[in-house]
T-cell receptor, first 116, second 111 residues
Framework: GAVVSQHPSRVICKSGTSVKIECRSL??????MFWYRQFPKQSLMLMAT?????????EQGVEKDKFLINHASLTLSTLTVTSAHPEDSSFYIC????????????FGPGTRLTVT | GNSVTQMEGPVTLSEEAFLTINCTYT??????LFWYVQYPGEGLQLLLK?????DKGSNKGFEATYRKETTSFHLEKGSVQVSDSAVYFC??????????FGTGTRLTIIP
């Protein structure tokens, strides 16, 4: 199978601090990774797309200086929420894909971020 | 822009009941359509998909038919099991292969 892990599964941080979330493809190389955000009782909203070795492409309305994405290797992408505020509290989900097009996305289990 | 609307849950059914979860979409062009399932504590998994009009996706007893005339992709299963309890997401993919999701429907099957 194709397994994607996320770490941590949940994190609580204080307002103003930064938090890093890791997304790993465990048994395949992921050329492309995606980051989503999910609010309670709402759908997953795509935040950004990252290709290994390239800068991430952010969706409209997503602050790239606040949500830093690094896809430095074919098995690891990180999302750093900088200077977090309570409104950043959410469920963050990553997915990974073997190629740049025509391939299935495999999803991680998500990370619950709570900013106090 | 693209959007997906699916029936709100939660949905509670008895084992062996017939299941329908409605999904309609709005999109330009000819999107691909998907149903994903999320079991407790796990990531979303692709359940089935259809890439063109009148295609039927099927897997694990679930089916959905791509209806262009009604812009729908309703999920059905003839006889649900307790193990089908999960959250189900309808989604579409445009030519840029970005996924747009519905809000999800929580399904609970009672023995």
């Amino acid at each position: 199978g194709a397994v994607v892990s996320q770490h941590p599964s949940r994190v609580i941080c204080k307002s103003g601090t930064s938090v890093k979330i890791e997304c790993r493809s465990l048994d395949f190389q992921a050329t492309t990774m995606f980051w989503y955000r999910q609010f309670p009782k709402q759908s997953l909203m795509l935040m950004a797309t990252s290709n290994e070795g390239s800068k991430a492409t952010y969706e409209q309305g997503v602050e790239k200086d606040k949500f830093l994405i690094n896809h430095a290797s074919l098995t690891l992408s990180t999302l750093t929420v900088t200077s977090a505020h309570p409104e950043d509290s959410s469920f963050y989900i990553c997915s990974a894909r073997r190629g740049t097009s025509g391939y299935e996305q495999y999803f991680g289990p998500g990370t619950r971020l709570t900013v106090t | 822009g693209n959007s997906v609307t699916q029936m709100e849950g939660p949905v509670t059914l008895s084992e062996e009941a017939f299941l329908t979860i409605n999904c309609t979409y709005t999109a330009t062009g000819y999107p691909s359509l998907f149903w994903y399932v999320q079991y407790p504590g796990e990531g979303l998994q692709l359940l089935l998909k259809a890439t063109k009009a009148d295609d039927k996706g099927s897997n694990k007893g679930f089916e959905a038919t791509y209806r262009k005339e009604t812009t729908s992709f309703h999920l059905e299963k003839g006889s649900v099991q307790v193990s089908d309890s999960a959250v189900y997401f309808c989604a579409l993919s445009d030519r840029n292969e970005k996924l747009t999701f519905g809000t999800g429907t929580r399904l609970t099957i009672i023995p």
